[in-house]
């Protein structure tokens, strides 16, 4: 069940870290003390959110060799922007990922201990520091997209052509409207 938050809260965060105007659904428990989400305008449904999450589960059970499997969700979130991005300031990576500067500096730590990430003193100013993915990183973040790839083939794989063609291309606009808000 650990891996199935972990996807959910990690498909929410990215919308909700590259789309501001988003904002979470709020968790309530109601009478029967089961967990429910406060009433949502959206398109998908439980049923399409269970689906996916059964989705999700089934290709994590079957690659288990994913490098970045001992981290935790916030440890890949700076992997997967700083390979999408390439270096960043340290500042603003953990202001995109809404984190405060102590945790972006234990988390980061952590990374550099580990070999993901090395740190780079700013060019121009001396109180800055630059994050980057290192050889490991770079292989660990592309192995990342490797995984997500194969998540997306998987899933795609008894839909038809035309079916399996629209859900590509809707996820490639959805990926430019993310990569055009985080640049505005």
Do not use: C
């Not at 970045?68 to 916030?74: D, I, K, S």
């Not at 993915?133 to 997500?148: C, I």
Request: proline letters at 3%; glycine letters at 8%.
């Amino acid at each position: 069940m650990r891996w199935i938050r972990y996807y959910r809260f990690q498909i929410i965060s990215k919308l909700y870290i590259s789309l501001p105007e988003i904002r979470l659904p709020e968790i309530k428990r109601d009478r029967g003390s089961k967990l429910t989400m406060a009433k949502r305008r959206s398109g998908a449904n439980d049923r399409q959110g269970k689906a996916l999450m059964g989705l999700i589960h089934r290709v994590t059970a079957t690659h288990s060799e994913r490098p970045t499997l001992g981290l935790n969700v916030r440890q890949r979130l700076i992997i997967q922007r700083l390979g999408l991005e390439g270096e960043l300031h340290m500042a603003a990576l953990g202001q995109q990922l809404g984190l405060t500067p102590s945790a972006m500096t234990g988390l980061v730590d952590r990374l550099v201990a580990q070999g993901f990430v090395s740190r780079l003193p700013h060019p121009s100013d001396r109180r800055a520091t630059l994050v980057s993915l290192s050889r490991k990183g770079e292989t660990a973040f592309l192995r990342e997209v490797d995984f997500y790839r194969v998540l997306v083939d998987e899933t795609l794989a008894a839909m038809g052509d035309g079916a399996r063609r629209q859900v590509l291309d809707a996820l490639t606009e959805l990926g430019r409207n993310a990569a055009a808000v985080d640049a505005a």
